[in-house]
């Protein structure tokens, strides 16, 4: 993963791709946090809210909706995401 893009740009591509999201909100609340265990210095990139609609939620559970998202994000929670809301449009 190259940081060439802000992580909020990463996380939303990513999303698009594996979970063909048809509507989709990425938001850093990092700043909301500064002090937190799990915050980030520079104030951005740990905390993020993610709102998400996608044909794959169709007849699935509230949890394995979370868990489609979070296993598409393993490797930003692996480098530093400490917090992941989501919100299931």
């Given at each position: 993963m190259k940081l060439t893009h802000s992580v909020?740009?990463?996380i939303h591509a990513r999303l698009i791709d594996t979970l063909q999201a048809?509507?989709?909100q990425v938001i850093d609340e990092s700043h909301l946090?500064?002090?937190h265990?799990?915050?980030s210095a520079s104030g951005?990139?740990?905390h993020f809210r993610v709102k998400i609609a996608s044909p794959l939620f169709?007849?699935?559970s509230r949890v394995q909706r979370h868990r489609l998202v979070y296993d598409s994000?393993?490797?930003f929670i692996d480098q530093g995401l400490h917090a992941l809301a989501i919100?299931?449009?």
């Open positions: 909020a740009e990463q048809t509507a989709l946090h500064a002090g265990t799990g915050a951005v990139g740990s169709t007849s699935v994000l393993q490797d919100e299931v449009l």
